[in-house]
């Protein structure tokens, strides 16, 4: 039996989920399997099972990652899981650093760096992602929990936890369900997967749009919860102003151009998110 599970959940993204697999695949030795979840994809999954023949596929028709998570875990039996999205390319030494590190703590998160699909220069939704996507050492050693892009963790612990719940933000959820019941939740630094960049603004905000939703859901309808939304909402002005010398010194960000890219996408972004979270306050929901 294998002593630890990768888990990838996936949803019409065969390219990326090739290109996933096939990083990961010279890693794989006996101490592991690899097991892809297809959240009911309406694209043609035989180009990834023409590449390996041998890949484990199942499917769950419930939508979202975390039913797809959820799904991994219970077609497992390892004791260790390892979770990695489908469109990240982890490094070459992933999984034996996850070995390495996988008895640090309970859960275990690792570094995700963004890098760009296009080349350059950089478009303002990819400048923007460059200075602000995924600082998952602030996640964890401020916030209190991990993206599930790249998490370790154990079977018990996923079982003592209960599962990833949809429609909320749930690898934030999830986490803090489980440092609440006392796991210990730590940072890897050598735990490296990248992450595309959003290449326009019409991805961005799709994806700043669902993890409103999302944190909506985690913050609470009630009304003083409501309340507390549209406050957070109300700051959200006054976040440009604060992350501007942040865009100015960031040293991924080539000229000046792209400086000035990243500037107005977060005025953008920050205004627009400021609109949906009072949508949310004032009516439940976008």
Not at 42 to 57: K, N, S
Not at 127 to 140: H, L, Q, S
Request: proline share 5%; with cysteine; glycine share 8%.
């Amino acid at each position: 039996m294998a002593e630890a599970a990768v888990i990838i959940p996936h949803y019409n993204d065969v390219d990326r989920l090739i290109r996933c697999l096939e990083v990961l695949a010279p890693q794989v030795d006996a101490r592991c399997e690899v097991l892809v979840v297809d959240n009911n994809s309406t694209v043609d999954l035989a180009p990834v099972r023409a590449v390996f023949p041998d890949l484990r596929i199942v499917t769950e028709i419930k939508k979202g990652a975390a039913e797809a998570r959820n799904r991994g875990v219970a077609e497992t039996t390892a004791e260790r899981l390892f979770f990695i999205d489908s469109d990240c390319v982890a490094a070459p030494d992933w999984i034996a650093t996850a070995f390495a590190v996988m008895d640090r703590g309970d859960l275990v998160g690792g570094h995700v760096a963004v890098f760009d699909e296009t080349p350059p220069p950089r478009s303002g939704a990819e400048a923007f992602e460059t200075v602000f996507a995924f600082d998952f050492r602030r996640y964890i050693e401020e916030k209190g929990f991990s993206g599930t892009g790249n998490l370790l963790t154990r079977r018990d612990v996923y079982e003592g936890t209960g599962p990833f719940i949809a429609g909320l933000s749930e690898d934030l959820d999830w986490c803090r369900r489980a440092t609440a019941k006392g796991y210990r939740l730590v940072y890897a630094e050598g735990l490296r997967v990248g992450h595309p960049s959003r290449q326009d603004w019409s991805a961005l905000s799709r994806k700043w749009r669902r993890l409103s939703e999302e944190g909506f859901g985690v913050n609470g309808s009630a009304p003083m919860e409501r309340l507390k939304w549209a406050g957070k909402a109300l700051l959200m002005p006054l976040s440009i102003v604060a992350h501007i010398p942040k865009v100015l010194r960031h040293p991924d960000l080539r000229d000046n151009r792209e400086r000035g890219r990243a500037l107005v996408t977060l005025s953008r972004l920050r205004l627009a998110r400021m609109g949906w979270m009072l949508r949310q306050a004032v009516f439940g929901h976008l």
